[in-house]
């Protein structure tokens, strides 16, 4: 059964934007930290940036810092991920994710309780 659903990804110019949309029909998850992450082609997957349950608390990967920026809108039980100045290594798919505890997400991606199937994102140079 799928819980978590991202959209939003495709084929961007380095230089471009993007914005990642994660909805979540039939299940409520405004209580839950909410996070992204994502795995290149080879390599393992990374924490991107995460979330707490009312916004007041966000945490990025060093490697999307100052370009990345994480938002939940609870009310439409959905968590975007705005990327801009996007570069080639940004390329990969996308999961988004949802836990009780904003650390799991960060630190302890294997508990995760929740995952999406995820979405490519590709930026060419």
């Known amino acids: 059964q799928v819980q978590l659903v991202e959209s939003g990804g495709g084929l961007v110019q380095a230089g471009g934007s993007l914005r990642l949309s994660c909805a979540a029909p039939?299940?409520?998850?405004?209580?839950?930290?909410r996070g992204w992450f994502r795995q290149a082609p080879g390599k393992e997957r990374e924490f991107v940036a995460a979330?707490?349950?009312?916004?007041?608390?966000?945490s990025y990967a060093d490697s999307v810092k100052g370009r990345f920026t994480i938002s939940r809108d609870n009310a439409k039980n959905t968590v975007y991920l705005q990327m801009n100045s996007l570069k080639p290594e940004d390329t990969a798919v996308y999961y988004c994710?949802?836990?009780?505890?904003?650390?799991?997400?960060?630190?302890?991606?294997?508990?995760?309780?929740?995952w999406g199937q995820g979405t490519l994102v590709t930026v060419s140079s």
């Open positions: 994710a949802a836990d009780n505890s904003i650390e799991t997400i960060i630190n302890r991606a294997g508990y995760v309780e929740v």
């Open positions: 039939g299940r409520t998850f405004s209580n839950y930290a």
């Open positions: 979330i707490s349950r009312v916004g007041g608390s966000r």
